[in-house]
Nanobody, 126 residues
Framework: QVKLVESGGGSVQAGGSLTLSCVVSGYSGSKRRMAWFRQAPGKEREGVAAINIGGRNSYYRDSVKGRFTISLGFADSTLVLQMNNLKPEDSAMYYC???????????????????WGQGTQVTVSS
């Protein structure tokens, strides 16, 4: 059974930083892909960043490029999102997702992922 547990959310002022972590268990296989998504109230869930496990490719939505970094922790068991220079528009519930594959044509599309965490809230004040 795949289990994803996010942590690290919180409240910060604009310009601040947060590091989100997602502990992954029960997830194995080759050419896997994981991602971070976010959803603000009244808005659709949107992909923030994705990474190919065991590969070199990572993907970012334009609005976070240069500010956010997605990475994997020890033994690929933790997915990390380092967020710097946060802006009020980054405020949302952030979700960890797994189940994507390298062959997926849209790394930041939610339809490519089968497993989801419960989310962690990020609030950025101006």
């Amino acid at each position: 059974q795949v289990k994803l547990v996010e942590s690290g959310g919180g409240s910060v002022q604009a310009g601040g930083s947060l590091t989100l972590s997602c502990v992954v268990s029960g997830y194995s296989g080759s050419k896997r892909r994981m991602a971070w998504f976010r959803q603000a109230p009244g808005k659709e869930r949107e992909g923030v960043a994705a990474i190919n496990i065991g590969g070199r490719n990572s993907y970012y939505r334009d609005s976070v490029k240069g500010r956010f970094t997605i990475s994997l922790g020890f033994a690929d068991s933790t997915l990390v999102l380092q967020m710097n220079n946060l802006k009020p528009e980054d405020s949302a519930m952030y979700y960890c997702a797994a189940g994507g594959t390298w062959a997926g044509p849209s790394p930041t599309s939610p339809v490519e992922y089968r497993y989801w965490g419960q989310g962690t809230q990020v609030t950025v004040s101006s």
